[in-house]
C-alpha cells in the first residue's frame, strides 16, 4: 500500500448524534459546538493529519412545529456554508410522528458522501463524528476501496466522553477518537443563533 506524508482528513459530521452525546457527556443542552474548530481539534492531536473537507448533516425541525430550533439550525448552518471551499453542510425536514421530530436519510446521505468520497481518493482519512454502529459497514466499504486502489485510508469515529456518559465506544471497525471535555470546551461556537 502506498502511504502519504501528510494525511488528507474529511470530516463528516452527524450534527444530532454529535449533539446528543455531549449532551449525555456534558450536560450541553443544544448544539453548542462548532463542527469546524472541533474537526482542526482532532486533527492537531495525530501527526501529519490536516483537515482538507468537512460535511455536515442534520435534520430540520420544521418552522410551523418548532420554529425556535428551525432559526437557530438556519442561523448555524448559513454561518458553516460561508466557507464553501471547506465546508459543506446537508439538512432534511425532521419527520414528525406523535409531535417527535426524526430524521430520515441523514445517514443514508453521509453513508453515500463517505463512499463515493473514498472513491474519488479524495481523502487519506474520513473521520466521522459519531458513534452510530450503523457506520460500520461504511468503514468496512472504504478500507475495501482503498485496497482495490492499493493505497491507505484511515477510518476513525470521533465523539464526546465522560464519567457521566455510560457510551464510551466509537464506531467498531475505527479508530476511536474520545472527545473529553476540555477538548470540546475549546470548539464551543460563541454565537447565539437561537435570538436571531
Given at each position: 500500500?502506498?502511504?502519504?506524508?501528510?494525511?488528507?482528513?474529511?470530516?463528516?459530521?452527524?450534527?444530532?448524534?454529535?449533539?446528543?452525546?455531549?449532551?449525555m457527556?456534558?450536560?450541553?443542552?443544544?448544539?453548542?459546538?462548532?463542527?469546524?474548530?472541533?474537526?482542526?481539534l482532532v486533527?492537531?492531536?495525530?501527526?501529519?493529519?490536516?483537515?482538507?473537507?468537512?460535511?455536515?448533516?442534520?435534520g430540520?425541525?420544521?418552522?410551523?412545529?418548532?420554529?425556535?430550533?428551525?432559526?437557530?439550525?438556519k442561523?448555524?448552518?448559513a454561518?458553516m456554508?460561508?466557507?464553501?471551499?471547506?465546508?459543506?453542510?446537508?439538512?432534511?425536514?425532521?419527520?414528525?410522528?406523535?409531535?417527535?421530530?426524526?430524521?430520515?436519510?441523514?445517514?443514508?446521505?453521509?453513508?453515500i458522501?463517505?463512499?463515493?468520497?473514498?472513491?474519488?481518493?479524495?481523502y487519506?482519512?474520513?473521520?466521522?463524528?459519531?458513534?452510530?454502529?450503523?457506520?460500520?459497514?461504511?468503514?468496512?466499504?472504504?478500507?475495501r476501496?482503498?485496497?482495490?486502489?492499493?493505497?491507505?485510508?484511515?477510518?476513525?469515529?470521533?465523539?464526546?466522553?465522560?464519567?457521566?456518559?455510560?457510551?464510551?465506544?466509537?464506531?467498531?471497525r475505527?479508530?476511536?477518537?474520545p472527545?473529553?471535555?476540555?477538548?470540546?470546551?475549546?470548539?464551543?461556537?460563541?454565537?447565539?443563533?437561537?435570538?436571531?
Amino acid at each position: 500500500m502506498l502511504e502519504t506524508q501528510a494525511k488528507r482528513v474529511v470530516a463528516f459530521v452527524d450534527g444530532q448524534n454529535l449533539f446528543n452525546a455531549a449532551k449525555m457527556a456534558f450536560g450541553y443542552s443544544f448544539p453548542n459546538f462548532d463542527p469546524i474548530e472541533l474537526a482542526r481539534l482532532v486533527c492537531k492531536q495525530k501527526p501529519q493529519w490536516a483537515l482538507a473537507k468537512l460535511y455536515f448533516y442534520t435534520g430540520m425541525p420544521s418552522p410551523t412545529k418548532d420554529e425556535p430550533r428551525n432559526r437557530f439550525w438556519k442561523g448555524k448552518l448559513a454561518a458553516m456554508g460561508k466557507d464553501t471551499d471547506l465546508v459543506q453542510t446537508f439538512s432534511r425536514p425532521l419527520v414528525y410522528r406523535n409531535g417527535i421530530g426524526q430524521e430520515k436519510g441523514i445517514d443514508v446521505k453521509l453513508a453515500i458522501d463517505a463512499v463515493r468520497l473514498a472513491h474519488e481518493s479524495a481523502y487519506d482519512v474520513a473521520l466521522i463524528f459519531s458513534q452510530d454502529q450503523d457506520f460500520v459497514e461504511v468503514a468496512t466499504e472504504i478500507r475495501r476501496i482503498a485496497a482495490v486502489q492499493n493505497r491507505s485510508v484511515n477510518v476513525a469515529s470521533a465523539y464526546p466522553v465522560s464519567s457521566a456518559y455510560a457510551n464510551n465506544r466509537g464506531i467498531d471497525r475505527t479508530d476511536w477518537i474520545p472527545i473529553d471535555r476540555t477538548l470540546y470546551d475549546q470548539a464551543i461556537d460563541t454565537v447565539n443563533y437561537r435570538s436571531r
